[in-house]
């Protein structure tokens, strides 16, 4: 809307349309609303598949050490003591029974989970020490990691707990 004053008497002439560049300027606001709106559902389903990712690796880690546990219970003598301290195994199941390879295995089509075995030493006093004092053969350290790629790195989680030869077997 503008003024045109000619002489005394002042009237009000009302412009018609857009001009060009109100008609772009809308155009490029409303084009910059929707490229942010598509870039935020972006970045949050990307934020919501890497949660995923987190709680699955969580899970694949505790049936990890349940996995090592029934070994344990199936025979100490047969599946755990004949494993090699500090070798990656990775688990499967074979049907009926958790059992270990040195074969990599893909877990989900996503991750590798895999599970290192360590000697453990006690001391004097029965307590677990990092040096010194003497091997314990019923006792192991268990390490589980789960790896999965990401978009130009990986990402590891891992656990770790002690099992011992509950049943002497």
Same mark, same amino acid.
């Given at each position: ?12 002439? /009302?412009?018609?349309? *857009? ?8 155009? $490029?606001?409303?084009? &910059? *609303? ?24 969580? *899970? ?12 344990? %219970?199936?025979?100490? #003598?047969? !599946?755990?003591? #004949? &494993? ?7 688990? !499967? ?5 958790? /059992?270990? #390879? ?8 996503? *991750? ?6 360590? $000697?453990?030493? /006690? %001391?004097?006093? %029965? ?13 192991? @350290?268990?390490?589980? %990691?789960?790896?999965?790629? @990401?978009?130009?790195? $990986?990402? #590891?989680? $891992? ?6 030869? &509950?049943?002497?077997?």
């Amino acid at each position: 809307m503008y003024i045109r004053t000619s002489g005394s008497n002042a009237r009000r002439v /009302r412009s018609r349309g *857009f001009t060009l560049i109100e008609i772009l300027l809308g155009a $490029s606001m409303l084009a &910059l *609303f929707i490229v942010s709106i598509a870039l935020y559902y972006r970045k949050a389903l990307e934020v919501s598949q890497e949660t995923t990712h987190h709680i699955q690796a969580g *899970f694949l880690l505790e049936e990890g050490i349940e996995a090592v546990k029934s070994m344990r %219970d199936d025979g100490w #003598t047969t !599946y755990i003591a #004949t &494993l090699n301290p500090g070798t990656s195994y990775y688990l !499967y199941w074979n049907g009926s029974k958790w /059992r270990a #390879t040195t074969t990599p295995l893909q877990v989900e089509n996503t *991750f590798w989970r895999s599970v290192i075995l360590s $000697s453990v030493n /006690r %001391d004097v006093n %029965d307590d677990i020490v990092t040096t010194g004092g003497s091997a314990d053969a019923g006792t192991r @350290k268990v390490r589980v %990691d789960v790896t999965w790629n @990401k978009k130009t790195a $990986s990402s #590891t989680e $891992s656990i770790e707990t002690y099992i011992t030869n &509950l049943f002497n077997n």
